[in-house]
């Protein structure tokens, strides 16, 4: 898979990954206020941005497997600290449970662990037939909307709610369709959580209708080294709206990892 990626190349290394119908844009907050203290490598995921956007099921194991592929292919074999904001937590998730041994501090952003119910499931096999019947995402992404953003995004910052709608809609429908079917069919991971073993963060936004902070706490507390965080006046998309309050709390969860201390200051 022929995956587009920013890669700010210092170290330790940080891999964030985007949420959905999204691209590595969402990150340029992260990148430019933390790249000069971490390695920052931000991918397009499968069907999104520059990259590749193959017919199929983007199921969430292949996306974690095309990160993998991607690291490979940098060299990068070292454990990383992984961060994913909604599908990218979905992706995350998959990618720390099935190869732990990549992955030395976690970031779950924004996303949850429990699965599709069968009706999100039907409706976005639904939504995933629309797009592909009318060649693009507008009609789908004009309802996202609301639910991506908090209220005080939408009123104060107009300017970040249209770039990030201009990246949506530059999403093939091949990529949406191949997205909303992988996601429909992953797997509930709330009883893997136990089983992760390395620091995590939980962050959330405030007014996150999509993954509200209740689910968050679920998320922290069945997770054994986990610490929730909720970003004051952001929603779903708490790194884009709300960077100043997640790169602190991003930097402050890195000062604390294991061996990391010396080189990042919080
Ligand atoms: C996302 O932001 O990635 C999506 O809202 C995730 C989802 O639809 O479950």
């Known amino acids: ?74 060299g990068i074999t070292q454990p990383v600290v992984l961060g994913g904001l909604s599908m990218g937590g979905y992706v995350a998730l998959s990618l720390v449970l099935r190869y732990p041994e990549r992955v030395c501090g976690l970031m779950l952003m924004d996303t949850r662990a429990a699965a599709d119910t069968p009706e999100t499931a039907r409706g976005r096999e639904e939504t995933a037939r629309t797009v592909l019947h009318e060649g693009d995402g507008h009609s789908m992404i004009e309802t996202m909307i609301p639910r991506l953003f908090s209220k005080s995004t939408r009123e104060k910052l107009p300017h970040k709610v249209g770039a990030m709608l201009a990246v949506m809609e530059r999403t093939s429908s091949q990529g949406i369709a191949g997205a909303l079917r992988g996601m429909a069919v992953r797997p509930d991971r709330r009883d893997d959580l136990s089983k992760i073993t390395v620091p995590t963060l939980v962050l959330v936004g405030e007014d996150d209708a999509v993954s509200p902070v209740d689910e968050a706490r679920e998320i922290a507390g069945r997770i054994p080294q986990a610490r929730l965080v909720v970003i004051p006046g952001a929603g779903h998309l708490s790194p884009f709206e709300n960077p100043t309050a997640t790169n602190a709390a991003i930097l402050g969860f890195l000062a604390e990892l294991p061996g990391l201390a010396a080189t990042v200051t919080a």
């Open 1 to 74: 898979m022929r995956l587009a990626c920013s890669d700010s190349r210092s170290s330790p290394i940080l891999v964030l990954l985007h949420g959905f119908p999204l691209s590595r844009a969402m990150w340029d907050g992260q990148i430019e206020a933390l790249g000069s203290v971490c390695r920052i490598i931000a991918p397009d995921l499968r069907g999104h941005g520059e990259s590749d956007a193959p017919d199929g099921v983007y199921a969430m194991d292949e996306m974690a497997d095309d990160v993998i592929e991607l690291l490979d292919a940098m």
